[in-house]
Nanobody, 123 residues
Framework: QVQLVESGGGLVQTGGSLRLSCAASGRTFSSYCVGWFRQAPGKEREFVSGISWTGTNTAYADSVKGRFTISRDNAKNTAYLQMNSLKPEDTAVYYC????????????????WGQGTQVTVSV
C-alpha cells in the first residue's frame, strides 16, 4: 500500500504560480512512477504530467507543456508539480497517483490515489 497526500492548492490569479506537493508513505516510494491528474466539474479526470521512478523521464499533456514542471525527491518521499502561467482553464481538483509502470496516462491504470487538492485560477 502507498498512501498519498496532496497539498499546495489554492486560489491564484491568471498568470500566477502554485506548487503542488504529493507526500507518500507506506511502500518504497522510489518503486513507483507518479502521475498528476486533474478533474474539472463535469469533465473526466485527465492526465497532466508523469515522472518515472528516479525522475529520469517526465511527460506532460500538451495543454501544460512549457508551463508545468514535475519533479520528485525520493529522499523526502515527495513529488511536486510546479505550475506557472496559470490559466482559468487549469481550474480543477488535482490528484497525484502512483503506478509501478512508466508511461501510463490513463487513470484506471494507477494503483494509488491521493484525496486531491483544489486549484482555482481567477480571471
Amino acid at each position: 500500500q502507498v498512501q498519498l497526500v496532496e497539498s499546495g492548492g489554492g486560489l491564484v490569479q491568471t498568470g500566477g504560480s502554485l506548487r503542488l506537493s504529493c507526500a507518500a508513505s507506506g511502500r518504497t516510494f522510489s518503486s513507483y512512477c507518479v502521475g498528476w491528474f486533474r478533474q474539472a466539474p463535469g469533465k473526466e479526470r485527465e492526465f497532466v504530467s508523469g515522472i518515472s521512478w528516479t525522475g529520469t523521464n517526465t511527460a506532460y499533456a500538451d495543454s501544460v507543456k512549457g508551463r508545468f514542471t514535475i519533479s520528485r525527491d525520493n529522499a523526502k518521499n515527495t513529488a511536486y508539480l510546479q505550475m506557472n502561467s496559470l490559466k482559468p482553464e487549469d481550474t480543477a481538483v488535482y490528484y497525484c497517483a502512483a503506478t509501478p509502470t512508466w508511461g501510463r496516462r490513463v487513470a484506471p491504470l494507477y494503483n494509488y490515489w491521493g484525496q486531491g487538492t483544489q486549484v482555482t485560477v481567477s480571471v
